[in-house]
């Protein structure tokens, strides 16, 4: 709980942000309050959905799983999408982004793959959960588990105002009972499995997957560890923004690459290189050759909705939290196979800037 | 000039440092004082080697060329090395770096490549030259230009105290008649000769050169314009220290080459995005695999000296500078064929931290 004054003095000085959607009043905080982590979100009467905790990464698995468990765990698929926590509230299905807003996206579709009923049994239950695929309205990238429009993937619960994760025995009964859509489950293992562990996440860089979550039986301890061609598939979807994301972002994924490949070497095979070049190369070409037709560089995105109401939401939130860079058609949304189709793009300035420049024959001093 | 007075109160305030190379007092620049740039440096007469002004960068040559433009140009190859600016002062040589240092090594070696008997005649000139090659201190990679040790390219010249550079006919009349060893010349263009400076870039990309700075005949107004291929072979060098470099070193050079490409696709050979991959990755290999080895991330750098105590000199200059960074060997300097070779190591501290808690099997949070 976070009671009314100490949210209003957490306002007034900026570790939270009160908000609306739709006629609910809430708050997400910008810094911890309460010892509640930034991102946990605050509900009318004072509930907190607390925040998502981030995930440590392991980049060795013959170091560090006996360096970060001693005990057994449970391996899961980590699906590249983006995390949001799905509660019922005042019977209204919202989902939250990791960040603490309604997104009106996920709000709007959640229901098309989970049956709200779970909440009739579990009042204070919060789903965790990726929603993933091709058409969502924040990702370049896709996953090799959804083929087309968008898939969710329930990978933890929560309970309102209680800390920490529901036990993974607990977590697995009311998956299957109330037939929720789980991340996919790869097994339990000891943290002497390198073996085990290793040709599993060996298949699934082959599958293009993202990696694996490891948990242990509390739910509490946690760390992932993820292939090394999800690292190209990222450095590929973004490098038509590498002048825009902070550069970590590339340097950061080609390390983890090379780590990746000396524990993996059968995974080295002969093309990787010339895979990675290209991923790097084909969104730069792709950013100059806009810049040539359409002076300047972005990249176009598309979702659908069910309901009109909740796309318009979500074009105000893009208007307010974007601004000048997102633009949307003038008939947008609009409708196709009985969904509102929203498509829009983003403007990636920094790199339509120095593209601007150089075309341009401007002379720069670097 | 800079008097003095000017001088003192300049160190003072930090915009420059007082130094002392083997009985010469000089200072060097940190910031502009009296108009003279940084990387200026002050005799003890009070007498100026100006700094080496930065030369602007076009990425175009289409655009570039009538942009910055309207008179004809020479064109000069670009080496790729490091930048001294070379004078006799009371009758010794010395060669100032880029910083405004006296750099042991470039004082050490140059006249091995020039007869410095140019002074008598000029006792004023300053020749600026790139010090290029296998066997440099500061240097990871080479040129083609240069099959081993070090050679020197002399592409300006300057003159004590005096603003700007000797126009260019009176350079090469210079160049000619004291037999320096000039950066090569590849000919006199005006700015619509896009298709013939086209050709001429293509074929240094091909040979692997680093590029052309093009220079009106006044000498004053200039531009550079670099190969793909160098963007990669940079790449390459310095893959291994991909997390202590700026990361723009890297996303800059991408940026770069992806412009190249699109301004002559054909030099975009089928292997390109093979070789640019593997140019990336070979470092980042030998970096994980130097770690496993050796618990750190370094580079061999060798090269020679004429005398022994400049070699020293060197020695103390990059112990003060690179501090415990820079290891030398237990005999080093050692005479070989008549030189003093020097051999050290320069550790790689970030990229050496964050392979050290990868492969113990840290958890790491980016």
Redesign the interface.
Known sequence: MIDHETLQDAVANRRAEALTFDGLEYARLLEPVNHYPRGSVVLPDGSIIPGYP?I?????L???????FDQPFWAEEKIDGFNVRILRWHGRIYAFSRGGYVCAFSTDRVTDFMDPVIFDAEPDLILCAEIAGPDTPYLEGSTPRVAHDVGLFVFDLMRLGQPGFVPQPEKFSLIEHHALPPAPLHGQFTPHDTQALGQLIRRLDEEGAEGLVLKTVDGQHR?KYVTGSSCISDIRVCSEQ??DLP??Y???R??R???F??EHPSRHHT????????A??SG??G???QH?RQGHVGHRYRCRFRERANALHFMNHMRATGGRHVAFADDAPRQEDGYWLLEFDRQFDR?TG??AS?????????
Chains 1, 2 share one sequence.
């Open positions: 981030a440590g990464r392991i980049q060795s013959e170091a560090g799983l006996p360096r970060q760390a590498l002048l550069p970590e590339f340097t950061n080609l390390t690459l090379a780590i490949l000396s093309d990787l290189e010339q895979i990675l070049g290209d790097l190369l730069l070409y950013a100059v050759g040539r790199i120095t593209l150089a075309l341009a024959g401007e002379r720069q001093y670097d």
